[in-house]
């Protein structure tokens, strides 16, 4: 992998198994990888504060680089992504928190800003127009809200831009849909 270029490996277990987070943890460690543990989010009875610490002790005891709050399900709010990026930093002191949320629910974009208020050190971020819709929060967009609430992101977005263009050219001559900001949708969390 290293040979590839890869330098790093995200670590994700569904039911957030600290015992398949250590072996592959352990793993990547032993070829030269840094490490990303995603605990993943979802909504329950089980799925309580009192867990995401447990589980963020867990994490922190196998010395990633990152934990990555990870809502696959594009379930979390602004309040609850806020609530567990402060419970994931006083859990796993030290360890830098990322964000991975998607925008099915038209939540992700209002996540992401929560999130970077709280003090996470990274989101995750796509280019249109494979951005929104069911992706990530577009890489512009949340550069943008990030500059309008006092914070400098990291990121050069120059780059970016041709990038955007040609996919989107891309996309439209292949008649491939085009990642648009969606309606928040409250029958996402009727289950």
């Not at 352990?26 to 610490?53: C, I, M, Q, W």
């Not at 696959?72 to 964000?99: D, F, K, M, S, Y």
């Not at 491939?176 to 309606?183: H, K, L, N, Q």
Request: with cysteine.
């Amino acid at each position: 992998m290293l040979a590839a270029g890869i330098r790093q490996l995200r670590v994700i277990d569904p039911a957030n198994d600290s015992a398949s987070w250590r072996k592959s943890v352990a793993r990547a460690k032993r070829v030269g990888l840094g490490t990303v543990v995603n605990l993943t989010f979802s909504v329950s009875p089980k799925h309580t504060d009192e867990y995401y610490a447990r589980k963020a002790r867990e994490a922190a005891a196998l010395d990633p680089d990152f934990i990555c709050l990870k809502d696959p399900g594009a379930l979390l709010t602004p309040e609850r992504t806020a609530n567990l990026v402060r419970v994931i930093q006083q859990h796993a002191p030290g360890i830098p928190v990322n964000l991975h949320v998607h925008c099915t629910t038209g939540l992700g974009p209002l996540c992401a800003l929560e999130a970077i208020k709280m003090g996470a050190e990274s989101i995750d971020a796509a280019v249109p127009p494979l951005a929104n819709a069911s992706s990530n929060p577009s890489v512009f967009n949340v550069a943008q809200n990030a500059r309008a609430l006092g914070y400098t992101p990291l990121i050069d977005e120059e780059p970016l831009l041709p990038v955007a263009r040609d996919l989107d050219f891309i996309a439209k001559r292949e008649g491939f849909p085009i990642g648009a900001p969606v309606e928040y949708d409250y029958s996402q969390y009727v289950h």
